[in-house]
DNA sequence: TCTTTGTTTTAACAATATCTTAACATTTAT
DNA sequence: ATAAATGTTAAGATATTGTTAAAACAAAGA
């Protein structure tokens, strides 16, 4: 499932079924906290795609949640408040949210909004395209070549060539490899990136058992070589 | 400092403030008017790289403003609006608007919008024709044609290659294809765009099993061949 | 207004392509 | 030599895309 994961937070559990329902019905993994401990600690766990927060809760206001995690991270919140003043309106914006849906509320709506926000952000930034040696990789036209030649890489060996060509030389754990390539949200095997390599190589290395460009570094990892040049 | 200069003008002051704090977090220099009149002014006096104009102003109208600054100069508009029917909306784009964004907003949206526009600024307000190998596009007649023979395109279509042709080589994401061909209120499905993928390539691929202009990038969305040659 | 017509969206299923895993083989460091 | 790490293989599980048909919607004309 591709569904990305939402945290939906209101201490309504009524209104938590709700959404979680509607978000159901498009696909999405939600994920359910009741007040704001809980939230904060949902959040840092299972670094979600969105979250959906009430500012009316028990225990540690919304707003305050608001605050607290947009200094963790940059994962785009959707309000929902009963409250209508512009105030509260603009002091949920200013914090970092990114939409918000006054109570009562349509759940169609709430789950458009959700839709429209997870579209709109996957922003830019990073390189377009980076040349190391023979090899580029066109991050725009989801191209890669060796030598002129193209490479037929899979979704996941581009992302992973693509993160080891950003830092060439540095070592990468099979951890870092999953974080940088994959995102948090892979939940496999380490050894799975042995195999990917495997097929990059044979992609990539014109003799796959002495490798010239994705180096073994035993306990360490993979990498990159720097000098693209010969042995 | 290298900050583009840009025109913010609403009548409330909060929310003036709110875009201003944003715009100079992503190093932009902000210059803001309260009514039409000092819109005006301000843009003739500054000429600034980019305006974001509120429709609902006390004197002159946005869109009467909007019609003026157009007559003068090309200076991007991104219009901020509360009115949410399709009529008004299209009306700032008929009065050559770059984008827009409804009330009420996310700062980090428009911030988003804001950069995109200048982002492509260079590259103006795009060609009203393009010619990519056979294939002809033609924004002002709204007709294309392949080999010089008429393309009968639905609208979606229309918009759709439209967007590819722009950037032939350029993957671009179902969510990608959504926001720059069908814009930002599109409240429907990815996959969508899967099916109106299928119906151009039946109206422009001799074999839409194997098409040669409009490719399927697996894992990463679809692009417009670049080279338009033979097999 | 009510049809008629064409377009867009959605849901379901089929066809592909890719990913993951587990098992076993090989290499490396000590 | 042996234990740990990595290479390799192939099959089952998943994900993604292609395709179809029907429902929802919108535009145009009677």
């Known amino acids: 499932m591709t569904g990305k994961k939402v945290l939906v937070v209101d201490d309504d559990a009524k209104t938590v079924e709700l959404v979680k329902l509607y978000l159901n019905r498009d696909g999405y993994?939600?994920?359910?906290?009741?007040?704001?401990?809980?939230?904060?600690?949902?959040a840092r766990e299972n670094s979600p795609d969105l979250i959906v927060l009430d500012l009316m809760l028990p225990g540690i206001s919304g707003l305050e949640i608001c605050r607290i995690l947009r200094d963790e991270s940059d994962?785009?919140?959707i309000i929902l408040t009963a409250l209508t003043t512009d105030d509260d309106r603009l002091k949920g914006l200013d914090l970092g949210a990114d939409d918000y849906v006054t109570k009562p509320?349509?759940?169609?709506?709430?789950?458009?909004?959700?839709?429209?926000?997870?579209?709109?952000l996957p922003g830019e930034r990073g390189p377009e395209k980076i040349q190391h040696g023979g090899l580029i990789v066109d991050f725009l036209k989801h191209e890669a070549f060796l030598e002129g030649k193209p490479l037929n890489l899979t979704p996941i060996e581009f992302k992973l060539l693509g993160a080891l060509v950003k830092e060439p030389g540095r070592v990468f754990s099979r951890a870092q490899i999953i974080d940088k390539a994959l995102g948090h949200d892979f939940n496999g095997f380490d050894r799975t990136i042995d195999v990917h390599i495997l097929?990059?190589?044979?992609?990539?290395?014109p003799d796959p058992h002495h490798p010239r460009y994705l180096k073994t570094v035993y306990g360490a990892g993979y990498k990159l070589l720097e000098n693209t040049g010969e042995t």
């Open 75 to 77: 994962v785009p919140i």
């Open 199 to 205: 097929k990059l190589r044979r992609k990539l290395e």
């Open 105 to 120: 509320f349509s759940p169609r709506e709430l789950a458009a909004r959700v839709r429209a926000v997870l579209r709109r």
């Open 29 to 42: 993994r939600v994920i359910t906290a009741g007040d704001g401990n809980e939230a904060l600690r949902l």
